[in-house]
């Protein structure tokens, strides 16, 4: 089993949809989970950051972590055709240079 | 404010030479990582920079290596190329420590024939 599993997509939506993203994990002294987004031929870019369990907004952008099932979410309201993009899961025990990502989910939002 | 440079963009390389990746941290971060991002395997972590010392070491074989020099640029030196070291090699960089966010540059195409 992967440290970190996630779905590869794609995921396709219509404008205005709310999508939502998710990752499993199989570690369990995981306590920083974070949201990333990779536009095609770019580096990736910081979404959303949580510590431990809960929920965590951020305009359209909402986080949810469950340590209990191990399980991660990333909910996107009103999704946008600027919205289409890779999103990855990542999470560490503590530190940036222990990330482990998930593979990455392709988001695809039409107009 | 520039972000996190990488040179050059794309890079081809024969099997069995050696390739040499270079990374500008953005202004003020004195911490650099690299890290590696294969077709179907995801990023994975290689190696963490500081103050000019390597901190962290990922799961790669000893031929992929790096420096950061005395202004906080990095190089990643890759020997012995093998047909699966071809990936976007990602290098991101954050101020000091591993527990300060880090940015991201473009990456480095690098591909193996």
């Known amino acids: 089993q992967k440290e970190v599993e996630q779905d590869p997509g794609p995921l396709s939506v219509p404008e205005g949809a709310i999508v939502s993203l998710n990752c499993t994990y199989s570690?369990?002294?995981?306590?920083?989970f974070m949201w990333y987004r990779q536009y095609s031929r770019k580096g990736p870019e910081l979404l959303m950051y949580?510590?431990?369990?809960g929920n965590k907004e951020d305009g359209r952008f909402t986080a949810q972590v469950d340590k209990s099932s191990k399980y991660i979410s990333l909910f996107i309201r009103d999704s946008q055709p600027s919205d289409s993009a890779t999103y990855l899961c990542a999470m560490t025990i503590g530190g940036y240079s222990t990330l482990t990502f998930g593979k990455g989910t392709m988001l695809l939002v039409s107009p | 404010e520039a972000g996190v440079t990488q040179s050059p963009t794309h890079l081809i390389k024969t099997r069995g030479q050696q390739a040499t990746l270079r990374c500008s941290p953005i202004?003020?971060?004195?911490?650099v990582y690299w890290y590696q991002q294969a077709l179907g395997l995801g990023l994975q972590f290689l190696l963490w920079y500081d103050e000019g010392e390597e901190r962290n070491r990922g799961n790669f074989p000893p031929r992929f290596s790096g420096r950061q020099f005395p202004n906080y640029s990095s190089e990643l030196n890759v020997n012995a190329l093998e047909l699966e070291d071809s990936a976007l090699y990602l290098c991101a960089s954050s101020l000091e420590g591993e527990n300060t966010e880090a940015f991201f540059g473009q990456g480095t195409r690098l591909t193996v024939v």
């Open positions: 202004s003020g971060h004195t911490s």
């Open positions: 949580t510590y431990s369990s």
């Open positions: 570690n369990s002294a995981f306590q920083y």
